[in-house]
């Protein structure tokens, strides 16, 4: 098989799933009024679990336990990174960015009368949904390229993919870019708890942002200082939680070991 049709493979099936789960959400969604997206981010967790636990070569064997500062690195990665695109995207006059990244909810929980549809979106948008995006774009799409070729062109290519699943320029670009820094900390720590843990946390920010307006009017005062910061504390907790992991190091089949 050429690493052109390996990567095809590696890439296809997960996608076409995942899109035939996007409908069947919306479906749900329409005929039940609640949020699709918890339905459809759900459905999408547990059929890359079941695809994950079924493959033995998704458990590397860690030479070394992963310190708790390396957690506190991503997280700090997944906060900075949300708030600097974020401003960026702001400071650029783009509309969309980080703090709109996340589906619309359903209108039927959106209201801030019901705090219970607020705690449904929390969880929903803070928990289940960047799981299951973190399960399926670096879980399947970027570990199954990563069988066929190194690591900068297979994070690359995830990358475009999840770039492309945000649907617009701005929210594009905030998705490469932190699908660069999803796919390193996956690499390095060989666990999905890593960019799992980035992931929420940079969405967790914009739940705040959703539910305390005041956080959006502080930013948007000054977006091009905040963007600069959060950039530059996203780019230094990556950094420290990469060096971090480099030393941990794990063994696993497939190209990872033999590079």
Not at 38 to 64: H, M, N, S, W
Not at 97 to 117: D, H, K, L, W, Y
Request: glycine fraction near 10%; charged fraction near 10%.
């Amino acid at each position: 098989m050429s690493r052109a049709e390996c990567i095809v493979r590696s890439v296809l099936l997960p996608l076409a799933v995942y899109f035939v789960i996007g409908l069947l959400g919306t479906a749900a969604e329409n005929a039940y009024s609640i949020p699709g997206e918890l339905i459809e981010k759900a459905v999408t967790l547990l059929y890359c679990a079941g695809l994950i636990l079924r493959d033995r070569q998704y458990f590397p064997e860690q030479k070394k336990k992963l310190p708790a500062r390396f957690h506190l690195f991503v997280i700090l990665a997944g906060l900075a990174g949300s708030v600097g695109f974020s401003c960026l995207s702001a400071a650029a006059g783009l509309s969309g960015g980080a703090a709109s990244s996340i589906p619309a909810i359903s209108s039927a929980v959106r209201g801030s009368e019901c705090p219970a549809g607020w705690i449904l979106a929390a969880v929903t948008l803070a928990a289940v949904s960047p799981a299951a995006e973190e399960f399926l774009f670096r879980g399947l799409v970027f570990n199954g390229i990563r069988r066929c070729i190194r690591f900068l062109p297979a994070a690359v290519l995830s990358s475009l993919i999840f770039a492309v699943f945000h649907g617009n320029i701005a929210q594009g670009f905030y998705g490469f870019a932190m699908g660069l820094a999803f796919a390193a900390v996956y690499e390095k720590s060989g666990s999905l708890a890593a960019p799992v843990e980035m992931h929420m946390a940079a969405n967790a920010v914009s739940v705040a942002a959703m539910a305390v307006p005041g956080i959006a009017a502080v930013t948007g005062r000054v977006p091009a200082l905040f963007a600069a910061a959060g950039l530059a504390g996203w780019f230094l907790s990556c950094a420290a939680a990469v060096r971090i992991g480099n030393h941990a190091g794990f063994s696993k089949s497939g190209t990872r070991e033999s590079e």
